[in-house]
T-cell receptor, first 114, second 108 residues
Framework: SAVISQKPSRDICQRGTSLTIQCQVD?????MFWYRQQPGQSLTLIAT?????????ESGFVIDKFPISRPNLTFSTLTVSNMSPEDSSIYLC???????????FGPGTRLTVL | GIQVEQSPPDLILQEGANSTLRCNFS?????LQWFHQNPWGQLINLFY???GTKQNGRLSATTVATERYSLLYISSSQTTDSGVYFC??????????FGKGITLSVRP
C-alpha cells in the first residue's frame, strides 16, 4: 500500500488567516493529489501536484486561494489562504501507486474556520 | 468527466444482515475503486476492481464493465462496518472521480 502522513491532523483557525497542510509519502511518487471534502459531501479534486512544475488546478479552484508546493518526490504542501467559514472541510492528499494500480489517501486534515 | 452514481444513499442494517451497494458510471472507466471512510475520516481502500469479481473476507465486489456498474457486497454485517462507502472511477481524463457515497449504519 502507501504510507501517507499529513500535518496537522486538525486545526481551528480564524477567518482571514492561512493554514499550510503538509503531506509526506513513504516513497517517491510522480503525482500527488489534493482533495477537499466539505461536511457531509463527497471528495472533490483540488489540484494535481507534479514535482518540478506548477500544480494543475481543477475548475473552481485557483492558485491564489490554494497555493501548492512540491519540492521533491515525497513531499507536498497545500495552503488554504484568506480562510472563511466555507473553507471548513477535510483536506486529503493522495498518491497513485503504480505497483498496486490504486490510489491511496492520507488521513486527512480536518479544518474548522471560525 | 465521468459521472458516478451510488445507491442507495443511506442504508440501515441490523447486525448480521447482508447488503448490496451499487455504483453506476456514465462512461467507461479505466480504474474503479471502492473505499470505506471510517468515522474519523480515514479512507480505507477496499477493492481495486475495474472488472470481474474479488473477495476479501466478508466483503466482495463485482464490476460489469460493459454495463458500467459495480456492486459491493457486505455479508454478516458488523457495527464496525458503519461509515460511508465510496466508489470512484478514472475516465479518459485520468482523474479519480467519486460518487456521493452511501452512508451505512449497522445497529447492534
Amino acid at each position: 500500500s502507501a504510507v501517507i502522513s499529513q500535518k496537522p491532523s486538525r486545526d481551528i483557525c480564524q477567518r482571514g488567516t492561512s493554514l499550510t497542510i503538509q503531506c509526506q509519502v513513504d516513497s517517491q511518487v510522480t503525482m500527488m493529489f489534493w482533495y477537499r471534502q466539505q461536511p457531509g459531501q463527497s471528495l472533490t479534486l483540488i489540484a494535481t501536484a507534479n514535482q518540478g512544475s506548477e500544480a494543475t488546478y481543477e475548475s473552481g479552484f485557483v492558485i491564489d486561494k490554494f497555493p501548492i508546493s512540491r519540492p521533491n518526490l515525497t513531499f507536498s504542501t497545500l495552503t488554504v489562504s484568506n480562510m472563511s467559514p466555507e473553507d471548513s472541510s477535510i483536506y486529503l492528499c493522495s498518491v497513485w501507486r503504480l505497483a498496486y494500480n490504486e490510489q491511496f489517501f492520507g488521513p486527512g486534515t480536518r479544518l474548522t474556520v471560525l | 468527466g465521468i459521472q458516478v452514481e451510488q445507491s442507495p444513499p443511506d442504508l440501515i442494517l441490523q447486525e448480521g444482515a447482508n447488503s448490496t451497494l451499487r455504483c453506476n458510471f456514465s462512461d467507461s472507466v479505466n480504474n474503479l475503486q471502492w473505499f470505506h471512510q471510517n468515522p474519523w475520516g480515514q479512507l480505507i481502500n477496499l477493492f481495486y476492481i475495474p472488472s470481474g469479481t474479488k473477495q476479501n473476507g466478508r466483503l466482495s465486489a463485482t464490476t460489469v464493465a460493459t454495463e458500467r456498474y459495480s456492486l459491493l457486497y457486505i455479508s454478516s454485517s458488523q457495527t464496525t462496518d458503519s461509515g460511508v462507502y465510496f466508489c470512484a472511477g478514472t475516465g479518459a481524463n485520468s482523474k479519480l472521480t467519486f460518487g456521493k457515497g452511501i452512508t451505512l449504519s449497522v445497529r447492534p
